[in-house]
Nanobody, 122 residues
Framework: QLQLVESGGGLVQPGGSLRLSCAAS????????IAWFRQAPGKEREGLLL????????YYADSAKGRWTIVRDNAKKVVYLQMNNLKPEDTAIYYC???????????????WGQGTQVTVSS
């Protein structure tokens, strides 16, 4: 069993940065793939990027490539999503999820956090 809690969201101006955290409690955190998804109002949940249990990052969304990075700290049981150069279209609820597979599909993940709101606006 794994519990996930996201934090770090908020209101930021276009071009600004945020660092989201996904903190886990439970065993075998290091064995899981941790992924970040987002969902904007009226849109489907979108897989953004993930970091595998072997510490390899995978970037699925074009919006994430070149702007965002993902790192994990297994000792602290935390995954960080550093988001730079934020744009208004990045406004959404951001979720982290844990699963056994390396996949951009939300239905492949077993555990989810409650989400954190990111709003990019001037």
């Amino acid at each position: 069993q794994l519990q996930l809690v996201e934090s770090g969201g908020g209101l930021v101006q276009p071009g600004g940065s945020l660092r989201l955290s996904c903190a886990a409690s439970g065993d075998t955190f290091s064995s899981y793939t941790i992924a970040w998804f987002r969902q904007a109002p009226g849109k489907e949940r979108e897989g953004l990027l993930l970091i595998s249990s072997s510490d390899s990052p995978w970037y699925y969304a074009d919006s994430a490539k070149g702007r965002w990075t993902i790192v994990r700290d297994n000792a602290k049981k935390v995954v960080y999503l550093q988001m730079n150069n934020l744009k208004p279209e990045d406004t959404a609820i951001y979720y982290c999820a844990a699963g056994w597979k390396v996949s951009p599909r939300w239905d492949e993940y077993n555990y989810w956090g409650q989400g954190t709101q990111v709003t990019v606006s001037s």
